[in-house]
């Protein structure tokens, strides 16, 4: 598949380096103008970030408002200023101690919708300058609470001073603010000292390259081995398949009548199954283009 114009790659991000600048690598690696990623990963977080090529940089916003599912390590009794293990410590428990029966009701506590104040260093912005600048000036800028769901909290003390977790939370969840907060539950410090991202969707790492092979990979075999076609992984959405004059009138822009169907998202797909993109069923049984890839 030398044309990359639909696909995608599951790239395993490793710690210490950006998303953008992995993103980067890859883009140049592959020579592609055009790309980008769904769900930033900060430097001290690894694992699933997906890149989208070309046109099928139309779908990111599928995989942006997905769930993520994540396992991390919180640190007890140690806070920093940024809520993870790059940031400056900014308070200690002289003695670490806290109510280990509370450990057990953290996932009662937090499941569900929940508010969350992101962070000042996050990427937000506030009056058009990133929260991360205002913090690295020392100046404090009050943040409105969001609405954030926990679906999935799997909680683990692992040692007297170290909880593990495993989340499944919507889009613009921090882990970093929820680890200050279990903190504040169980009466201590915390910081956030580990974090994977082991899924986006229903997309995991058993399809995913390093950063490591991809510098080491020719670009042929890249593309070969570890390129997909975006439809691919956007299984959670039903196919259709069209005649040639229903495509065409589709990729035009048209709507098209269909019957017996339900509204929805779905899959479009010529009669020579090439993918063409997606398309909405209206009540009225009309399909209609959304994201059009030709």
């Avoid at 970030?49 to 940089?57: E, G, M, Q, S, V």
């Avoid at 101690?97 to 953290?106: A, G, H, P, R």
């Amino acid at each position: 598949m030398d044309d990359l114009s639909k696909s995608c790659i599951i790239l395993d991000k490793p710690v210490g380096i950006s998303s953008n600048n992995s993103l980067k690598i890859v883009k140049k690696k592959l020579n592609q103008k055009k790309a980008g990623f769904s769900g930033t990963l900060d430097p001290m977080a690894s694992g699933v970030l997906i890149i989208f090529f070309n046109k099928a940089t139309k779908v990111c916003s599928y995989f942006t408002d997905a769930y993520k599912t994540y396992k991390g390590i919180i640190q007890l009794g140690v806070s920093t200023d940024s809520g993870d293990s790059y940031g400056k410590i900014i308070a200690k428990n002289e003695k670490l101690f806290f109510d280990t029966n509370k450990v057990k009701d953290i996932e009662n506590h937090f499941l569900g919708e929940i508010e969350q104040v992101p962070p000042m260093y996050s990427a937000l912005k506030h009056e058009g300058k990133r929260l991360y600048k205002y913090a690295r000036e020392g100046t404090e800028v009050i943040r409105k609470s969001r609405k954030i769901i926990i679906k999935n909290l799997n909680v683990k003390l692992i040692k007297e001073d170290k909880i593990e977790i495993s989340v499944k939370c919507s889009k613009g969840t921090y882990i970093r603010t929820l680890a200050e907060s279990i903190g504040k539950f169980i009466g201590c410090e915390a910081h956030l000292s580990s974090l994977r991202r082991t899924k986006v969707g229903n997309i995991d790492l058993s399809n995913s390259i390093s950063l490591n092979k991809i510098e080491d990979l020719s670009k042929d075999n890249i593309i070969k081995d570890y390129c997909i076609s975006v439809d691919n992984i956007l299984d959670q959405i039903e196919s259709r398949y069209l005649s040639k004059d229903n495509a065409k009138k589709l990729v035009s822009g048209r709507k098209i009548r269909i019957e017996n169907d339900v509204s929805k998202l779905v899959k479009i797909y010529d009669n020579e199954e090439e993918f063409l993109g997606i398309a909405k069923i209206n009540e009225e049984n009309e399909l209609i283009p959304i994201k059009i890839f030709v």
